[in-house]
C-alpha cells in the first residue's frame, strides 16, 4: 500500500512580514551577530516568541570538541523553557549563513534541532509556528513542527 506526505509552507519575503514576523527577524539576526561559530563560521541567531508577548533569543556555540556546541534554535529553546516553563513557544524565527554574509541562505534547523522543538511542540500541545529564513529576509514558514519531521518518535512509544 502506497502512502504520501503532503507538506504545507508559505514562501514570505522580508517586505511582506507582519509586525510581529518583523520583530522575531530581527531578533534573530542581531543575536546571530553574536554566535560563536569560530570553526564552521555559520552564524544561526533564533527569536522565539512566548505566549506572554516577550522573545527570547539565541545563537549556536561552537566548540573545539565538536559536536559538544550547540544549536541556535536549541540554545533558544532550551533556555526559554529553563526560565519560562509553563509558557507556550508560539513561533519560532531562524536565520542563518556565513558570518561574512558572503552568501544569502535560508537555513532550516538541523535534526537534533528538530526533534527538540518538536518535543516542546507536543509537550505543550499547540503548532509552534516556524520560520527558517536568509539574513537577507526571504523566509519559508511552517505551521508545525511535525511538517519538518513527519515519521517522528515523540516519546509515546516509550
Not at 566548540?63 to 532550551?78: L, M
Not at 499547540?126 to 526571504?138: A, C, K
Amino acid at each position: 500500500m502506497k502512502k504520501s506526505i503532503h507538506l504545507e509552507y508559505e514562501v514570505i519575503q522580508k517586505e511582506n512580514f507582519s509586525a510581529e514576523e518583523q520583530k522575531l527577524y530581527l531578533a534573530a539576526s542581531e543575536i546571530r551577530k553574536k554566535a560563536y561559530a569560530k570553526y564552521s563560521h555559520f552564524a544561526v541567531g533564533c527569536a522565539l516568541l512566548m505566549e506572554d508577548g516577550n522573545i527570547v533569543v539565541g545563537n549556536n556555540q561552537e566548540n573545539a570538541a565538536f559536536p559538544s556546541g550547540t544549536c541556535a534554535e536549541r540554545s533558544a529553546i532550551f533556555w526559554a523553557k529553563s526560565n519560562f516553563p509553563n509558557l507556550k513557544v508560539l513561533s519560532i524565527f531562524i536565520i542563518g549563513g556565513p558570518e561574512d554574509d558572503s552568501k544569502s541562505v535560508i537555513t532550516s534547523p538541523c535534526g537534533a534541532c528538530r526533534q527538540s522543538l518538536l518535543q516542546y511542540e507536543i509537550e505543550q500541545n499547540q503548532n509552534i509556528s516556524l520560520y527558517f529564513s536568509s539574513y537577507d529576509g526571504n523566509a519559508i514558514k511552517v505551521n508545525s513542527i511535525q511538517h519538518l519531521l513527519p515519521f517522528s518518535f515523540d516519546g509515546s512509544e516509550l
